[in-house]
């Protein structure tokens, strides 16, 4: 068979390599054979640590019946979302046209090789029809005769699906007049879902959704409403089985409404986010327990998915082997082979804790994670939760301090009997969007939670980023198996943007300014419609599949369109640019009627709404010595306003910074958009101006 994959970089397409399906990554040999042959395309879309991609490869994609009818009947092709976001995201929208309903991955489509419109979708299908899905062998055989024999029928339905699309992607709407404001709606939204018991909103499948609790975070500064559902969100996803109890970081999503069980990929994406709310929360509330939830994060990222040479591998696999000792002796495994399962390298039995901790430290631990309750999977196994709290625990005979440390014990040896288990297989993909995210949220956090090492991990995964893919010819969006492939999206653009302007706000650097200026530039080249006021996100230049797909709504990550916009206004602010302050000002307007519907879809525009007309401070620092660093440091613990330290003796900075780098003795200025007060040279001074500034504005 001759299987193109075997030699792709992408690792989610060297997992089909040795399947009997005739497989082709997306290209033109691919879509030239299909319409040569006049056979229609099998598009299925996935990554490398879906476990549902997996299951339906082993159910399906391994078996020789199945692949002998594909092969047959269609032209195959697989396409890794983390390398071809833009194929994904048009195939997803045109999956929710066919079948009125959210899509998914692994997702399946079967494309016309003439216009490759799709005329049927779907996401996981068994191999044989159950739980009222249609048998994946049964579909091809539809799908088949469907072609030869309804073909003037599908025809006419590709028109009015890329018809559609075209629609969707040009639509704009005016609102109504005597609508709400969409912050005000989305929050009364937000109130009418809240899960008040379990923390978040909505009921199963439950995901932490972090571009909307971001949002609340700004809201959260002058609403006590919005604080409120925050913090509860924020203590849901760290004390329940969203969170690996262990090893630091998150998992995707959770199956259930009270957070007890996920399903266990884990994500740079959702983990970077994640860390980026947890540090400002634990830094403006002075609370410890996110603060040590941001370091866990840190942690697994640096221990799990930190690449030699600097930056971050994409993810982790929800699948791995089962532990010999949770094997069942009366299935014996052939020699070299492995039983897969999803979440086999996080579960536990209580069992499983002889040899690794004992007497009172065993039976803290047990009842600390639930190993002394129900077991909660099936099999008789453990996820771990925090099913007591520290205070509860440390009733019985201890003190808090006492309790605290030999948690902290149990914790690490847990640990470390649980790393010497077959670990999940991981996606190595250096991605430029994931990356961006990741390195703006060390650097923010490194900055709130007084951590320089966090700042340097930024600083080396953005400059990695910088060196093998902006800087390679073509740029790139993806580094995997040494080869830089793929071309930059507008979410990658934005993240990075990001990037830059947080390590510059935590390490002032004349290089990440010139870098923050060329990629807000290189957004507004070859993404922004000046006509329009709207984004694309693939290149003006670049060629397109059945539409030029946008980049306004929130995902699993921010809005690259709208993410951009916050970066314009960033660097804006930073830099007294009223012409980027006037691009960004009119790709608001352009969507501030499309942000209705819904608003938390749109929660990152918000964001970039509340931003440009409201009255973030900027507070500027100058001055030679420690002081400045002091008084910067003491400055940015208040999250509720941006601080800049510019160092003494540069030359060639915009106005705005360019006074502090003269300054004989420490001194702040604090901008208001484009309004800067005069100088102060006392620290109190400073707060009592912000204060009284605040007051005089009112909420933002």
């Known amino acids: 068979m001759p299987n193109r994959l075997r030699g792709a970089s992408s690792p989610y397409l060297r997992q089909h390599a040795d399947q009997p399906v005739d497989w082709y990554p997306w290209a033109d040999e691919a879509l030239r054979e299909a319409r040569d042959s006049d056979r229609p395309i099998l598009l299925s879309i996935g990554y490398a640590a879906c476990h549902w991609c997996h299951v339906m490869a082993h159910e399906s994609f391994d078996d020789p019946e199945i692949a002998e009818r594909m092969n047959a009947w269609f032209v195959n092709i697989k396409v890794d979302r983390e390398a071809r976001p833009d194929l994904d995201r048009t195939y997803q929208l045109a999956h929710q046209l066919l079948s009125g309903r959210g899509g998914g991955w692994p997702l399946t489509a079967f494309l016309d090789p003439t216009d490759l419109a799709p005329f049927v979708a779907g996401t996981y299908f068994p191999p044989e029809a159950r739980h009222g899905l249609i048998g994946f062998g049964e579909l091809l055989e539809r799908v088949h005769h469907a072609w030869l024999e309804q073909r003037d029928a599908l025809k006419a339905q590709n028109r009015r699906v890329v018809d559609a699309l075209g629609l969707l992607v040009a639509r704009s709407s005016d609102g109504e007049p005597d609508a709400p404001a969409p912050d005000d709606h989305l929050i009364g939204q937000l109130e009418a879902r809240e899960d008040t018991r379990h923390g978040g909103f909505g009921d199963a499948p439950k995901f932490p959704q972090p571009p909307l609790l971001a949002w609340l975070a700004e809201r959260g500064i002058d609403d006590p409403s919005a604080e409120r559902m925050l913090l509860d969100a924020l203590r849901a996803i760290t004390r329940n089985g969203l969170a690996d109890q262990l090893g630091g970081g998150f998992f995707r999503y959770c199956v259930d409404a009270a957070w007890e069980i996920p399903h266990f990929e884990k994500m740079l994406t959702d983990n970077a986010q994640l860390l980026d709310l947890l540090a400002e929360a634990a830094a403006r509330w002075s609370d410890p327990e996110l603060g040590e939830a941001a370091e866990r994060t840190v942690e697994f990222l640096q221990r799990d998915l930190a690449l030699e040479g600097g930056g971050f591998a994409t993810a982790l696999d929800a699948d791995s082997a089962v532990p010999d000792s949770h094997l069942e002796p009366e299935s014996p495994l052939e020699p070299g082979e492995a039983r897969m399962e999803e979440g086999a390298h996080y579960r536990w039995r209580p069992t499983d804790l002889e040899g690794v901790v004992d007497g009172p430290v065993r039976e803290l631990a047990e009842a600390r994670f639930g190993l002394d309750g129900p077991s909660n999977l099936p099999g008789d ?9 520290i205070a509860e625990l440390a009733e019985a005979d201890r003190d808090r301090a006492t309790t605290v440390a030999r948690l902290e014990q149990a914790r690490a040896a847990m640990l470390e009997a649980r790393c010497r288990r077959p ?88 290089e990440r300014l010139d870098l923050a200026e060329r990629l807000a530039d290189w957004i507004e080249r070859d993404h922004f419609e000046p006509h329009t006021g709207r984004f694309g996100l693939i290149a003006h230049d670049r060629p397109t599949v059945l539409m030029r797909p946008r980049a306004d709504v929130d995902e699993a990550i921010p809005s690259g369109a709208a993410s951009a916009v916050l970066g314009w206004i960033a660097l804006a602010h930073r830099t007294g640019d009223a012409d980027r302050l006037a691009r960004a000002r009119q790709a608001i307007d352009a969507v501030r009627a499309a942000v209705r519907e819904p608003p938390a879809a749109h929660a990152t525009w918000l964001r970039a709404q509340r931003r440009l007309d409201g009255t973030r401070p900027l507070i500027v620092v100058g001055g030679p010595g420690a002081e400045s660093e002091d008084w910067a440091r003491r400055l940015v613990r208040r999250v509720d306003r941006d601080v800049l330290r510019v160092p003494p003796g540069l030359d060639d900075l915009p106005a705005t910074l360019q006074a502090a780098t003269t300054a004989e003795r420490t001194r702040a200025w604090i901008c208001l958009g484009r309004r800067c007060l005069a100088p102060l040279d006392d620290l109190d001074a400073v707060d009592a101006a912000l204060d009284r500034e605040t007051s005089a504005a009112g909420p933002a």
């Open 381 to 389: 196994f453990w996820h771990l939760v925090q099913a007591r709290a």
């Open 423 to 510: 670990m999940p297989e991981r996606d190595d993909q250096l991605r430029a969007g994931s990356n961006g995210l990741a390195a703006g949220a060390l650097a923010r956090a490194g900055r709130y939670l007084e951590r320089e090492d966090w700042i340097e991990d930024a600083d080396r995964t953005l400059s990695r980023v910088v060196a093998e893919l902006l800087e390679a010819e073509p740029p790139a969006a993806v580094l995997a198996a040494g080869r830089a492939e793929h071309p930059l999206l507008l979410d990658d653009l934005a993240a990075l943007l990001d990037a830059s302007i947080a390590l510059l706000d935590a390490r002032f650097e004349p």
